[in-house]
Every structure is written in structure tokens, then in C-alpha cells.
């Protein structure tokens, strides 16, 4: 049982930086794409970063870019988020989640954490 359970989120003002941290257990199948996406209520989730499992290789959508960053720590079985120059606009519920194909549609990743809030204000 794949089990992706968050911490890091919290409020913050306009241009400061937080860490996301999701820590995974059940799994070490180097297949699976992990990736952070969020959400605001009433949207649909949409992809923030993407990565692969035990490879140096990230993506990040294009609204994050310069300002994000994804990394992982394969030895303690983590997976981060590292938010520098936050907008009022990044304020949402943040999630991580594991699947076994690239893709930026959250209906593809099979596992996924509970959520951690993000709240920026200007």
C-alpha cells in the first residue's frame, strides 16, 4: 500500500519562500513519475512540478518556473517543494502524488497525499 503524506504548508507573505515536504512509503518502483500539483476550490487540480523517481530530471509548469523547485531524497524515500518568490496567486492546497506515466493530468497518478494548504498574502 503506497502511502504519500505531506507537511511544510502554512501562510506566508508576498515574496517569501516555504518548503513542501511529501514523505512516501510502501514503494521504491523507479517506473513511477512523482509530482506536486494544487489546488484552489471551485478549479480543477492543475501539475506544478513533475520528476521521476531516483532520475535528476524535473519539469515545471510555466506559471512556476525561475521560482520552484522540485527535488527528492531517494535514500529517506522524500519528495520536496521548495517555493521561493510566492504569490498571492500560488495560494492553494498543495498535493503530491505518484503514477506511473509522465503527465500533467492528475487522473493519471494513481497515489496521492492529504493535502497541505498554502495561503499567501499580499
Known amino acids: 500500500q503506497v502511502q504519500l503524506v505531506e507537511s511544510g504548508g502554512g501562510s506566508v507573505q508576498a515574496g517569501g519562500s516555504l518548503t513542501l515536504s511529501c514523505a512516501a512509503s510502501?514503494?521504491?518502483?523507479?517506473?513511477?513519475?512523482l509530482g506536486w500539483f494544487r489546488q484552489v476550490a471551485g478549479k480543477e487540480r492543475e501539475g506544478v512540478a513533475l520528476?521521476?523517481?531516483?532520475?535528476?530530471?524535473?519539469v515545471y509548469v510555466d506559471s512556476v518556473k525561475g521560482r520552484f523547485t522540485i527535488s527528492q531524497d531517494n535514500a529517506k524515500n522524500m519528495l520536496y517543494l521548495q517555493m521561493n518568490s510566492l504569490k498571492p496567486e500560488d495560494t492553494a492546497m498543495y498535493y503530491c502524488?505518484?503514477?506511473?506515466?509522465?503527465?500533467?493530468?492528475?487522473?493519471?497518478?494513481?497515489?496521492w497525499g492529504q493535502g497541505t494548504q498554502v495561503t499567501v498574502s499580499s
Open positions: 520528476t521521476k523517481f531516483s532520475l535528476d530530471w524535473k
Open positions: 502524488a505518484a503514477g506511473p506515466r509522465f503527465s500533467w493530468y492528475p487522473g493519471h497518478y494513481n497515489y
Open positions: 510502501g514503494y521504491t518502483d523507479s517506473r513511477y513519475y
